[in-house]
Nanobody
């Protein structure tokens, strides 16, 4: 089992930045691919970003390319999502996910709310 705990969400103005963190425990972190998802009210869950075990492969949704950056620190068992130039449409609950296959996830965090005011 893997436990994932997100932090760093909040209420910001359009154009501001936030850095989300996801701390993992319960399994060797370096053996897991990691991802971030988001879900806004009334919308489907969107896969925002993914990073492979050794950070050699990275995925971004078109909606966040050039604004969001995913990275990880395997020594700290933590994955991050740096979000810049935030827009109101980025408002959502952001979830961290982990899995042993690329972009396929077995474990999920509880989510952290990000609200961007225009």
């Amino acid at each position: 089992q893997v436990q994932l705990v997100e932090s760093g969400g909040g209420f910001v103005q359009a154009g501001d930045s936030l850095r989300l963190s996801c701390a993992a425990s319960g399994r060797t972190f370096s053996g897991l691919h990691m991802g971030w998802f988001r879900q806004a009210p009334g919308k489907e869950r969107e896969h925002v970003a993914a990073i492979s075990r050794s950070s050699t492969s990275i995925y971004y949704a078109d909606s966040v390319k050039g604004r969001f950056t995913i990275d990880r620190d395997n020594a700290k068992n933590t994955v991050y999502l740096q979000m810049n130039s935030l827009k109101s449409e980025d408002t959502a609950v952001y979830y961290c996910a982990a899995g042993t296959a690329w972009r396929e996830y077995d474990y999920w965090g509880q989510g952290t709310q990000v609200t961007v005011s225009s």
